[in-house]
C-alpha cells in the first residue's frame, strides 16, 4: 500500500527536501570539516556527532524523496459542509455520551493522540463525506461498531503543522 498524501503535503516535503539540501547539509558539511580539523579522530567526540547529523539529514532527504515517489496523490473534493482530508469535525459519540474534536487527514500525518485521525482508519472513513447532524455507523470490525454523530465540521487550516520525522 502506498501512503496517502495530497498536493500541498508533497509541496511541504519538496520544501523540507530543498531546505535540508541547500541549508541544513552545507552547515553539517561545515561542523564535520572543523571537528576534523581538532586533530585525534578516535577520540573527537564532536567528529562522531557532526558525522551522526550530517548522516541523520541525508537519511530524511532520502525518506522524503522516497515518499514522493510513492505516494498515492489523493484530492480533497469534500464540499465545504461535508468531512474530507484536511476539514476539523466534532464527533459525538452516543455510546459514552461525550463530544471529541478531530482533524480529517492523510495516512502520513495521522496521530490520534493530537487528534489527527487518517482517511483509513475505522472512524476517518465512517465520516467521509457525511454533514453536520449525519448519524454514522463506524464499523471497527464486521458486524461490530458503534454510532456517533457528526456535530460539526469547518475548514482546518495547518495551524502550524509539519510532516512528522517517522
Known sequence: MH????RDDIGKMQEEIEYRKLVVRKNALEDVKAA???GDLSENFEYYAAKKFKNANESRIRFL????????????DAAADEV????????FFEE?????????????????LEGLISTES???KALMGHKAGDRV??????G???????RAVEAAGDEGEALRSF
Do not use: C, H, W
Open 3 to 6: 501512503n496517502q498524501l495530497t
Open 36 to 38: 576534523r580539523a581538532q
Open 65 to 76: 524523496e522516497r515518499m514522493i515517489r510513492t505516494a498515492e496523490v489523493i484530492e480533497d
Open 84 to 91: 474530507g482530508v484536511n476539514k476539523r469535525v466534532e464527533v
Open 96 to 112: 459514552e455520551q461525550e463530544t471529541e474534536t478531530y482533524k480529517i487527514v492523510t495516512t502520513m500525518r495521522q496521530n490520534s
Open 122 to 124: 475505522p472512524l476517518g
Open 137 to 142: 455507523f463506524v464499523e471497527v470490525e464486521k
Open 144 to 150: 461490530n461498531g458503534y454510532y456517533v454523530t457528526v
